[in-house]
């Protein structure tokens, strides 16, 4: 199934791609967040062909929510008044942190990561989801 994992955030969201076989999530694009944001998500799923999405939900380490995870739900919420597509929320605690600290490892350019790293962290989102949906099949045998 061929997923969608976003990364929404107050300035840009992070979209991220899995191949139909759940093999590979890869960074897709940046978003910026606001008006048009919806629509342009609605655009890359129509493009990308895309069958499920996953909704980082930043949730804080006790579990409650904060401003993050109501806009985690705000978008879901208009996503499904525009697609008829599973939605499902993950938890997405540390990606933004884990995708900066391996870019900056990887030696890139303090703007040139701006431009990507929510991206990457969607696919971190997406890639921990894809082992969350594998793990499930395997117990489910």
Known sequence: MKILALDVGKKRIGAAICDRLEIAANPHSVIKAGKTAVDEVVKLIEIEEVEGIVIGMPTSFDGSEGESCQRSRYFKNELEKRVSL???????????????????????????????????AASLILRSYLDYRS????KQE
């Open 86 to 120: 599973p939605i499902e929320f993950y938890d997405e605690r540390f990606t933004s942190k884990i995708a900066e600290t391996s870019l900056i490892d990887s030696g890139m350019r303090r703007e040139n990561r701006k431009k990507i790293i929510d991206a990457v």
């Open 135 to 138: 793990n499930k099949k395997l």
